[in-house]
């Protein structure tokens, strides 16, 4: 083991020991950024540098259920990403469903798709259902896949089931604008029945949310980290739980 290593991880258990799991977020966001970025820093190609990505997630799944973390959403895929030319797209898409799988097989996490099914070749489509009917009952971390995923999608795609589901029952147009409000659109969001992320996490060096989680992130704590995804390491996912729990939160008051 190198020199550096050792001090980190030595700087890790120390963190951790000064962690109050009782203040740990419930659920995180995770905005996994800089695999083409870090590919590009290491020599390696842009495939090279998704897989790490990808390799990296089961890792850091382990260390929220080392800190009693509930619910993790993986930004995966952006609905932007779509646009991307299909030689890089597909490789893509097959390292998404090759981890996704890899997931659902692993036996310890529940795997839920967020995202715009429509949207996504069938064969990814495919992987994503079968995933979430295999894990359906396990009792484990809740595992948000982002595959095809963007905040104002999400919001339409929520108005547009809310105003499917009152066109079936009858309900008018005033009649809806009468009682309409936050609540009736939660319902209908991809994350509907879970808790808001207490904690967004982005990578990279990039400040920005960029269509993350828009309704649900109103209250989040935000916590951006300099490294790229694919180089993130536990001693980086303590510093952002004890910076976390190192804040007064005011949800707005």
Known sequence: MKLRDLVYRLYARRVEGRLDHDASPKHIGVILDGNRRWAKASGGTTEQGHQAGADKISEMLGWCTETDVEVVTLWMLSTDNLDRPEVELRPLLNIIENTVRGLAADGRWRVHHVGNLDILPAQTQSVLKEAEQATHDVDGILVNVAVGYGGRQEIADAVRSLLLEHAEKGTSFEEL??????DHIAEHLYTRGQPDPDLVIRTSGEQRLSGFMLWQSAHSEYY???????AFRKVDFLRALRDYAARHRRYGA
Do not use: N, R
């Open 177 to 182: 604008a009468e009682i309409l409000d936050i």
């Open 224 to 230: 951006f980290c300099e490294v790229f995804w694919p």
